[in-house]
């Protein structure tokens, strides 16, 4: 980097306090920066003077020699430094410390970095955070006043030197997150006067852990996971009566079970892998956090791990512990996590788990517990996380959990929950994912779901929920995941989906009983990935506004009343024949479907296909109407009959009956009763109802007839249908309707059977 380049270049032209070269090259190097803006303090007096020992990152001892470049705090993003580390870096021997971490440095660490043999014992020695590739040099050993090497987070690879261990004064040695492989050289051991960290993680080191490791009595802390480690744990580890910090199997090959040496540690991190706890865990008096997850334990847990020890991180995640959770975990009142999920942990959770004023985030998932969700939840103020899916929990979902206001993750999936959702759960506003999929959870969503605003991810799919989707959840605009699929939920699709416009991963309303037409807001979820509408009542066209899902990957709408065109997406044509069976009739580019027929295509030449069927179409249905004339015919000659035999009055009087159905003229009649009623004369009035009034008549051949005339307001069929129903219970009349004009009426004449109706243009329903 241009940085350490101008200083070695500066430190080997001059190393008198008076030279004013090196301010010279430092005021140069500023110069090329990209932002002139960095490092303020750089600049020359009025008087054309400079003091450098007092600028932004340089010190220097009492005969004004520069001692100390540190600008490892300085920001030089954005300026695409690059350079690496020249041979000259060994002239800098007057340097204490030299800490250039975070920035862009490439290349290999030069072997001349060993020469600085005069450093004193305050040196700190950083290049981490930068783009440093090659191997570690032997050289490094050369260093012997060394206190604190950090070369971690760079691409270093190859071996770690045996001279590493000539570094005796060594403090803290950070080699982590870079490429080294080969196994840990057993020289380490030699740093046993001071070295009190170890952080070799997440490289390739391979082979096992060298006993050496158990001279460094000074040891604090040790991390070496994600390595490719083999081998059992040393039982010398157990000789670390210092250590704190023990991170040692995640992520390597390591096998056998924890030494029996290692209860004489005071540690709090440990993952290791396979076997049972030792039987002398419950005596880590100092035990704070025990991390054991992603192993081969087995056997049960420790029954009294938390009665001494002030335990506020313990992790058994995915092993394979048996039996229940010991009735002490209610003393671990200082616990913060606790993972115990994805095990086989059996017993009721209500008895086991008591309040935990400090914990942030539990996870029971996965196991076989049963009980019902305790109301101490609510007590817990800081609680985050709570994670129970997967297990045999029953009950109610208590309204105390509202009470828990920090929560941000409620996984309660795959259980046996009952009873609705409590309206107390939206109080919990910082909700950032909600699971209560797959339980038995009945009643409505209640309308508080509105209040989670900053809610990503909601699922009740799976439970026996009911009644309509409240509009209000169109207020948890950041939702990015919906399935409300397989519940009872009817009514409308709520217009107010549409406003989830940060919708992504899924919306799926499938397995319900919506009905009418897909909401056209719908369309407006435009970064929308899967849709799922299936198995519900939906009806109507898909709206045009779909063709806009351009993220659209999946959509299934079979098994609804859909017709009319797909939207024209790559979605909808690419989906499969399953996504669009058993619906009333849609149409479009896809496979499995018909091709829509446009306007433009119904309007071909009268050899085209859409004339020749709608003439078709036309002449069956003609076809018809002439049956149903036919039979309507036949059925009322078969009725009239069985009136007239039934009447007991002579057969020649019947023929000239002015009511006789074949002798009969609407407009005949109608002015023979207009006649006999002098226009319908108030005096011929007898009665007087909701729809009309009834009139005395005495016909021209004698006969003596009521005639009820209709108000003007009576003119659909069903009404007037209604009205010669309700007639035909009284005194066996038989009524016949004539309409003229602007006026309807009914004339009831003796018949006990076949009421008919009669209207001017000659048509009979026998009603």
Known sequence: MCILLFVLLTTSISSSPSSG???????????????????????KMANGNSISCKWEGISCNKAGVITIINISNVDLQGNFLNGSIPSTIGALNNLRDLKLGSNQILGSIPMEIGNLTHLDDQLMLDLSENNLNGSLPASIGNLSNLKYLYLYSNSLFGSIPM??????????????????????????????????????????????IPPEIGNLSNLNFMSIYLNSLSGSIPMEIGYLTNLHVLIILWGNLLTGPIPPEIGNLSFTYNQLLSGQFPPDINNFTKLQSLQLGHNHFSGYLPQHICNIAPLVNYSIASNRFIGSIPKSMRNCT??????????????????????????????????????????????????????????????????????????????????????????????????????????????????????????????????????????????????????????????????????????????????????????????????LTNMNLSHNNLSGLIPSSFAHLLSLTTIDISYNELEGPIPDNQAFRTATMAAYIHNKGLCG??????????????????????????????????????????????????????CTK??????????????????????????????????????????????????????????????????????????????????????????????????????????????????????????
């Open 334 to 527: 200082n616990l913060v996590r606790l993972r115990l999920d994805n095990n086989h942990l059996t017993g009721n959770i209500s008895e086991v788990l008591g309040v935990f004023p400090n914990l942030n985030y539990i996870d029971l998932s996965y196991n076989q517990l049963f009980g019902e969700v305790s109301h101490n939840w609510g007590k817990c103020p800081q609680l985050t996380s709570l994670r129970i899916s997967g297990n045999k929990i029953s009950g109610r979902l208590p309204p105390e959990i509202g009470d828990s206001t920090q929560l941000q993750n409620l996984d309660l999936s795959s259980n046996l929950l009952q009873g609705q959702i409590p309206r107390e759960i939206g109080r919990l506003s910082s909700l950032l994912t909600l699971n209560l999929n797959d339980n038995q959870l009945s009643g409505t969503i209640p309308k508080e779901v509105g209040l989670f605003s900053q809610l990503l991810h909601l699922d009740l799919s799976m439970n026996n929920l009911r009644g309509s989707v409240p509009k209000q959840l169109g207020s948890c605009k950041n939702l990015i995941y919906l399935n409300l699929s397989k519940n009872r939920f009817g009514g409308s699709i709520p217009v107010e989906i549409g406003n989830l416009l940060f919708l992504q991963m899924l919306l799926d309303l499938s397995g319900n009983l919506f009905t009418r037409e897909i909401p056209l807001q719908i369309g407006s979820l435009d970064m």
């Open 589 to 642: 580019n896809a496979t499995g479907l018909q091709p829509c027929i446009s306007p433009s295509t119904q309007k071909q030449s009268p050899k085209g296909t859409p004339k020749a069927v709608v003439l078709t179409v036309s002449l069956v249905a003609a076809l018809l109407l002439i049956l149903f004339a036919f039979l309507g015919t036949s059925a009322f000659f078969r009725r009239r009959t069985r």
């Open 21 to 43: 070269s090196a301010t010279e090259a430092l005021l140069e190097w500023k110069a090329s920066l990209r932002n002139n803006s960095l490092l303020p303090s750089w600049t």
């Open 646 to 767: 039934e009447d007991d009055g002579p057969i020649e009087q019947q023929r000239r009956d002015l009511f006789t159905i074949w002798n009969y003229d609407g407009r005949i009649t109608y002015e023979d009763i207009i006649e006999a009623t002098e226009q319908f004369d108030p005096k011929y009035c007898i009665g007087m109802g909701s729809h009309g009034s009834v009139y005395k008549a005495e016909l021209s051949s004698g006969q003596l007839v009521a005639v009820k005339k209709f108000k003007n307001e009576i003119s659909d069929e069903e009404t007037f249908r209604n009205e010669i129903l309700m007639m035909t219970e009284l005194a066996h009349l038989k009524p016949l309707a004539l309409q003229e004009n602007t006026w309807v009426s009914l004339v009831f004449s003796p018949c006990p059977k076949d009421p008919s109706l009669w209207h001017d243009d000659g048509e009979t329903i026998v009603v």
């Open 163 to 208: 001279e590493i261990g000539c570094l005796t004064n060594l403090y803290e040695l950070q080699l982590s997150h870079n490429l080294l492989t080969g196994p840990i050289p057993p020289e380490i051991g030699k740093l046993a006067n001071y070295l009190s960290g170890i952080k070799m993680e997440n490289n390739s080191l391979t082979g096992p």
